[in-house]
């Protein structure tokens, strides 16, 4: 599975950014997708994750209410809307695929897109 992210840059608090990471190579409607992120010197964590179908969705506690994960598996593109972005939320965010719905690994990685959110 390749996996490219995109729709990261540089917002103010309190704005909005939607990232994008269309997948290939593999049968993406069967594969439950994710975000997760990494600030610097900080290990990475879970932010969001969505079922293969989209029905089921879940959340790091730090987002919820904020964010929303979606898919479209016409397109093979896994969404991630952030809203009320926090300075907190700065940090290099990665689109993983086949992600555990209790351990939250994840088998298959994108490059990152950064995140910037200035207060």
């Known amino acids: 599975v390749q996996l490219q992210a995109s729709g990261g840059g540089l917002v103010q608090a309190g704005g909005s950014l939607r990232l994008s990471c269309v997948a290939s190579?593999?049968?993406?409607?069967?594969?439950?997708m994710g975000w997760f992120r990494q600030a610097p010197g900080k290990e990475r964590e879970f932010v969001a994750r969505v079922s293969w179908s989209g029905a089921s969705t879940s959340y790091a506690d730090s987002v919820k209410g904020r964010f929303t994960i979606s898919r479209d598996n016409a397109k093979n593109i896994v969404y991630l809307q952030m809203n009320s972005l926090k300075p907190e939320d700065t940090a290099n965010y990665y689109c993983?695929?086949?992600?555990?719905?209790?351990?939250?690994?994840?088998?298959?990685w994108g490059q990152g897109t950064q995140v910037t959110v200035s207060s």
């Open positions: 993983a695929a086949d992600v555990h719905p209790l351990t939250l690994a994840a088998h298959y």
């Open positions: 190579g593999r049968t993406f409607s069967y594969t439950a």
